[in-house]
């Protein structure tokens, strides 16, 4: 339990103390992002994978993994997004209800409730994630933003073709795409029979400490209680959405197709993951509603670590 506090508070806390004394600046902070994704992620995805249950079930989670994404985003827009009529706000909201924090905290999570097997299967709903952020989400941003030109009266904005296919090779085809040659390498040597020396457990359990500090702390940096803070009152259905619809959706699906009960476990704690701060930056990029996705995560963050992993994590184990 003590890990809850020391590992997911904890570095959010720091990383907010450190903006308000202004102790390091934003370059510091995407270096440190940078360090996490490439190197620290790499090999913890290599470790994990490495000693993963490979089982013909694993055949359905890129199912699972599309289901974690769309399912919230279709839920919320055709429900309690339809009371927002300014589309910034609409848009804000079905972003917010998509994009949920799997990679990061649900990785710390699933690892302090079953070690490396819980990480590896909360990973690889997080690349599904990430696959669908660029196809899915980011898309849609641009519809919600282009709606709100066009009732302005302005033009629909048009991205040059040769830039949008840029963008998306650059998205695609980068260092931060470099720990899926880590999954591929430790998933090579799970199916090989290459046994994992013991020692390797030791490395992995103080990485996960050091990438949940260095994912969190930027998170906490980045935080502006003072602007969101008007939109706190409209997540509370957002807050329903996430927590309770999804996660009952989730569970009685994965117990159909799923024997593992760590595998079925993983997938609810991953289910009630809160909104993810890839929800901020996408909001921000296309220009929708920032503050509403930064109380939604705000919120739906203080609920997950001081309520419902608590309490998850007697019931789980």
């Known amino acids: 339990m003590l890990l809850i506090f020391t590992d997911l ?65 279709l839920l919320g827009h055709l429900t309690f997004a339809r009371k927002y009529h300014n589309p910034l706000d609409r848009g804000a909201y079905v972003i917010s209800a998509m994009l949920s924090n799997i990679g990061t905290l649900g990785g710390v999570c699933a690892f302090i409730l079953y070690r490396e097997e819980g990480f590896a ?16 989400c980011f898309p849609l941003a641009q519809h ?30 980068s260092w931060n795409q470099v720990c899926l040659l880590g999954m591929l390498a430790g998933f090579l040597l799970n199916i090989g029979k290459v ?27 980045l935080i502006d209680f003072h602007r969101a803070r008007v ?17 009952a959706i989730i569970w009685y699906a994965s117990r159909l197709v799923f024997t593992d009960p760590v595998l079925v476990n993983t997938l609810f704690v991953c289910a009630m993951a809160p909104t993810a701060i890839n929800a901020v930056v996408t909001t921000r990029l296309y220009k929708l509603n920032v503050d509403f996705a930064v109380a939604s995560f705000i919120l739906t ?15 789980l184990r």
Not at 122 to 130: D, E, P, V
């Open 231 to 247: 939109y706190y009152s409209r997540t509370w259905d957002l807050v329903f959405l996430r927590f309770a619809i999804v996660p």
């Open 121 to 136: 299967y909360s990973q690889m709903i997080g690349i599904c994630q990430n696959v669908l952020l660029v196809l899915v």
């Open 301 to 315: 963050t203080g609920i997950f670590l001081l309520v419902l992993f608590p309490a998850l994590f007697f019931l």
């Open 195 to 221: 046994p994992r020396p013991e020692f390797f457990g030791d490395i992995f359990s103080w990485l996960v400490h050091i990438s949940a500090w260095i994912s969190l702390m930027p998170v906490g940096f």
């Open 9 to 73: 508070l904890a570095p959010l806390v720091v990383g907010y103390l450190l903006h308000c004394k202004d102790l390091v600046g934003d370059g510091f902070v995407n270096k440190a992002i940078r360090f996490n994704v490439v190197g620290v992620f790499t090999v913890l995805s290599l470790l994990s994978f490495w000693v993963m249950p490979i089982s013909p079930e694993l055949v359905w989670m890129p199912f699972f993994g599309t289901l974690f994404v769309l399912l919230p985003g």
């Open 144 to 173: 919600f933003y282009s709606l709100h030109c066009l009732r302005r009266g302005g033009n629909r904005p048009v991205m040059h073709r040769g830039g949008h296919w840029r963008n998306l090779r650059d998205m695609f085809l």
